[in-house]
């Protein structure tokens, strides 16, 4: 598949959802594109969510931050990097490798101090994985059965 028909692909995926959850969406892939440059994004449109990947090759263990669209808000989680110094508390879930940010507030949660710092400290920790330059969009899965990307 070519990079043009990939996004072209993941921006069909996004257009899906509610207005306001699909600019979110584009705003907060704008900014982790700047985070994470030369990252190479796996989506997957699976059965609750589209997931965006932003890892350092094509495989899922390659991942170290994802976005995840729901239809009612976005969530950034946190792969690999996992304890993180977190004075807010921020990071919600039970997991020992996975954690997320519900983004409330979209980019604006996403550009909050403490949020960004927990960012760096990921980046830091995973020893600033990201190439630099133009990332690739890879499409992974779609799932043939799905939960409506819309609120009902």
Not at 111 to 130: C, Q, T
């Amino acid at each position: 598949m070519s990079a043009t028909s990939a996004k072209a692909q993941l921006d069909g995926f996004i257009a899906r959802y509610d207005p306001v959850i699909a600019q979110q969406t584009k705003s907060v892939l704008a900014m982790m594109r700047k985070l994470c440059p030369g990252a190479h994004e796996l989506v997957y449109d699976n059965y609750n969510a589209l997931a965006i990947g932003f890892a350092t090759g094509a495989r899922v263990r390659d991942v170290w931050f994802s976005i995840a669209i729901y239809p009612r808000w976005v969530s950034l989680f946190f792969f690999g990097t996992l304890p993180l110094k977190d004075p807010t508390g921020r990071l919600k879930g039970a997991g020992k490798t996975t954690k997320h940010i519900v983004l409330a507030d979209g980019t604006a949660t996403l550009a909050a101090p403490d949020v960004k710092a927990l960012i760096a400290l990921a980046l830091k920790k995973a020893g600033h994985p990201f190439p630099g330059g133009r990332g690739i969009i890879l499409i992974k899965s779609v799932s043939a059965r799905q939960r409506p990307r819309r609120p009902a």
